[in-house]
Nanobody, 129 residues
Framework: QLQLVESGGGLVQPGGSLRLSCAAS????????IGWFRQAPGKEREGVSC????????SYADSVKGRFTISRDNAKNTVYLQMNSLKPEDTAVYYC??????????????????????WGQGTQVTVSS
């Protein structure tokens, strides 16, 4: 069964860093566009970053540009989200998701949630002093 598992969340002070991991089982991540999304209480789930399967191109929400970095380790079948200079407004549950059509159809990853068929259970990130 295809499964995504996030880890690495926690409580961190403003200005601190965390690295989230998204590990896959039963499928190979490098054949999927992978996205990181987040959802804060009372807010819509929003795209944070994604990485394309075809060429490794990355994309970031304006709110995290210059602070977050997405990367992929094919040998470990894992995608990472390095989060630096964290702010209280980054507090949310973070989800990774896999889009199975991106590789086959050759389009660049984006934040359209309906494209992502597989989702992890989420990991809580809390930024607070």
């Amino acid at each position: 069964q295809l499964q995504l598992v996030e880890s690495g969340g926690g409580l961190v002070q403003p200005g601190g860093s965390l690295r989230l991991s998204c590990a896959a089982s039963a499928f190979t991540l490098d054949y999927y566009n992978i996205g990181w999304f987040r959802q804060a209480p009372g807010k819509e789930r929003e795209g944070v970053s994604c990485i394309s399967s075809s060429d490794g191109r990355t994309s970031y929400a304006d709110s995290v540009k210059g602070r977050f970095t997405i990367s992929r380790d094919n040998a470990k079948n894992t995608v990472y989200l390095q989060m630096n200079s964290l702010k209280p407004e980054d507090t949310a549950v973070y989800y990774c998701a896999a889009d199975p059509q991106g590789f086959r159809l050759g389009y660049v990853c984006n934040f359209a949630k309906e494209l992502y068929d597989y989702w992890g259970q989420g990991t809580q990130v809390t930024v607070s002093s």
